[in-house]
Nanobody, 126 residues
Framework: VQLQASGGGLVQAGGSLRLSCAAS????????MAWFRQAPGKEREFVAA???????YYTDSLKGRFTVSIDNAKNMGYLRMTSLKPEDTAVYYC?????????????????????WGQGTQVTVSS
């Protein structure tokens, strides 16, 4: 499976962006697609994820501003980011992993993901 993230860019604080993640190679049915981000000088962190069934997961601090979604037919995932803040500046990565429905812990664990996109830069100016 190949993942291609896109949609990043420069935006003013308070603005919005929608990131896209295109999956190719095979369908991601049964998988979880996640978004992680890495700010300069910081470790990569979990942002949000969504099961192919549509069940979403969020890191608490971003819930309400970020919305994750998928389009099963197009084999694509999205991350809608609103009310952006300068501290949201980071490289955003999409990732995917096949996770059993009752396995919630793995959804949040970066080391469980075996497919990664190349990352897209999001810069929020103050």
């Amino acid at each position: 499976v190949q993942l291609q993230a896109s949609g990043g860019g420069l935006v003013q604080a308070g603005g919005s962006l929608r990131l896209s993640c295109a999956a190719s190679g095979r369908t991601l049915s049964g998988n979880v697609m996640a978004w992680f981000r890495q700010a300069p000088g910081k470790e990569r962190e979990f942002v949000a994820a969504i099961r192919w069934s549509g069940v979403p997961y969020y890191t608490d601090s971003l819930k309400g501003r970020f919305t994750v979604s998928i389009d099963n037919a197009k084999n694509m995932g999205y991350l809608r980011m609103t009310s952006l803040k300068p501290e949201d500046t980071a490289v955003y990565y999409c990732a995917a992993v096949n996770v059993k429905p009752r396995d919630i812990i793995s959804v949040y664990r970066e080391d469980r993901y075996n497919y990664w996109g190349q990352g897209t830069q999001v810069t929020v100016s103050s």
